[in-house]
């Protein structure tokens, strides 16, 4: 079982930047295609970037040109670089695969303060 452990999440001002980290462990993770996803109380988890193996990116339409995935497969790892940060980013951020998901992470909380 992949096990998905999130960091880099904190309080930050509207318009500033922060930078995502997920480690998982077993070597599925480099061959698999990759997300970040966001929960908030009262809305569904949502994708906001992903990225496959070989290393394609998308973006939902809420944080294109403001957000970028990467992911380092050497280190079985996924980052989300996070700027221009907004109120309406306030959210758990997780990382899974996509499609039929791993077992989930704790998430990481990002609070973005107007």
């Known amino acids: 079982q992949v096990q998905l452990v999130e960091s880099g999440g904190g309080l930050v001002q509207a318009g500033g930047s922060l930078r995502l980290s997920c480690t998982a462990s077993?070597?599925?993770?480099?061959?698999?295609?990759m997300g970040w996803y966001r929960q908030t109380p009262r809305n569904q988890r949502e994708l906001v970037a992903s990225?496959?193996?070989?290393?394609?990116?998308n973006y939902a339409d809420s944080v294109k040109g403001r957000f970028t995935i990467s992911r380092d497969n050497a280190k079985n790892a996924l980052y989300l670089e996070m700027s221009s940060l907004k109120p309406e980013d306030t959210a758990v951020y997780y990382c899974?695969?996509?499609?039929?998901?791993?077992?989930w992470g704790q998430g990481t909380q990002v609070t973005v303060s107007s």
């Open positions: 899974n695969t996509i499609g039929v998901p791993w077992r």
């Open positions: 990225i496959t193996g070989r290393g394609y990116t």
């Open positions: 077993g070597s599925i993770f480099a061959v698999s295609a």
